[in-house]
């Protein structure tokens, strides 16, 4: 069974501060992608990522694929409260058209 | 464009009974999803389909069934509900594997 796990699984933090949301696997994709998901709604996406090394920004969130397409990070500058939210990576492995989602890591910004 | 549609929003089932959940998409994708989603967690794939007619398991199929006879739609089909399917159900579609998913609201299903 593949996994894609997130960690931390919840994180609070002030307004104004940084930080760094990690997606991990032992399996190789062929594409990530980091969702956002409010509170009784679905996902929606913020970013694919398909070449290792890749590194993409939106604002002030930086997403990193990892070089062996196997990890994925997402870098929040200067959080605030409209951040919050639950952040999940989702991945594709070659040859399947199935997604992975990862455990997700609940993020709560404080005024 | 109403992108992806689900009904019914919130549903109560007893132990044993059946029920169909409903998704309609007007974007004319070919692939379609439906996951699971229990409290705070992630999305656990249940079903897919690449296309009308086509349909595969995903991670997680047993207690369910789908079917695809158009492009739009993918019900999915829950026979003898059991406490273990209360969750938050999605749809989702897209026009390639590697492509943006859109998902719907969401039916938030409870089994007592």
């Known amino acids: 069974t593949q996994l894609l796990e997130q960690s931390p699984q919840f994180l609070s933090i002030q307004e104004g501060e940084n930080l760094t949301v990690y997606c991990n696997s032992s399996?190789?994709?062929?594409?990530l992608q980091w969702y956002r998901q409010e509170p009784g709604e679905g996902p929606v996406l913020l970013v694919t990522?398909?070449?290792?090394?890749e590194v993409k920004k939106l604002k002030r969130l930086t997403f990193q694929f990892g070089d062996a397409r196997k990890d994925s990070s997402l870098h929040i500058t200067a959080a605030q409260p409209g951040d919050t939210g639950l952040y999940l990576c989702?991945?594709?492995?070659?040859?399947?058209?199935?997604?992975?989602f990862g455990t997700g890591t609940r993020l709560k910004v404080l005024a | 464009n109403a992108g992806v549609t689900q009904t019914p929003k919130f549903r109560i089932l007893k132990i044993g009974q059946s029920m169909t959940l409903q998704c309609t998409q007007d974007?004319?994708?070919?692939?379609m999803y439906w996951y699971r989603q229990d409290p705070g967690m992630g999305l656990k794939l249940i079903y897919y389909?690449?296309?009308?007619?086509?349909?595969d398991k995903g991670e997680v199929p047993n207690g369910y069934n789908v079917s695809r006879s158009t492009t739009e739609d993918f019900p999915l089909r829950l026979e003898l509900a059991a406490p273990s399917q209360t969750s938050v159900y999605f749809c989702?579609?897209?026009?390639?594997?590697?492509?943006?998913?859109?998902f719907g609201p969401g039916t938030r299903l409870t089994v007592l």
């Open positions: 989702a579609s897209g026009s390639s594997s590697y492509n943006e998913q859109f």
């Open positions: 990522v398909v070449t290792g090394g």
């Open positions: 989702a991945g594709v492995t070659s040859g399947t058209y199935k997604y992975i």
């Open positions: 974007m004319n994708h070919n692939y």
């Open positions: 399996s190789v994709f062929s594409s």
């Open positions: 389909s690449v296309g009308a007619g086509i349909t």
